[in-house]
């Protein structure tokens, strides 16, 4: 099953996004769904995951509040619903897949493309 991301952009500073991430086929129940981003010259940073089979989610202190993670089962699809936008967000997000949570991208062995976010002040 292959992920791809898509819905990135440029907006101003204090708007609005909705990134995607299609599955090509149909989640294992047990798989964790994650939204990370890479900023220009830092670490890939966790963003929010959902468990496909389950509705916990979770979310990066930095965008706790502002950003909301969820699933449609029917689409096979991942949404990042991304509010209140700061320039600091800017950065290229990667939707990935694995079984068991980490918010340490290098425990994260299957990545989809990423999606260009630029937000300007």
């Known amino acids: 099953v292959q992920l791809q991301a898509s819905g990135g952009g440029l907006v101003q500073a204090g708007g609005s996004l909705r990134l995607s991430c299609a599955a090509s086929?149909?989640?294992?129940?047990?798989?964790?769904i994650y939204w990370f981003r890479q900023a220009q010259g830092k670490e890939r940073e966790f963003v929010a995951a959902i468990r496909w089979g389950g509705n916990r989610s979770y979310y990066g202190d930095s965008v706790r509040g502002r950003f909301t993670i969820s699933r449609d089962n029917a689409e096979y699809a991942v949404y990042l619903q991304m509010n209140s936008l700061k320039p600091e967000d800017t950065a290229v997000y990667y939707c990935a897949r694995g079984s068991s949570l980490t918010y340490d991208a290098r425990s994260v062995n299957y990545w989809g493309q990423g999606t260009q976010v630029t937000v300007s002040s």
């Open positions: 086929g149909r989640p294992y129940s047990s798989w964790i």
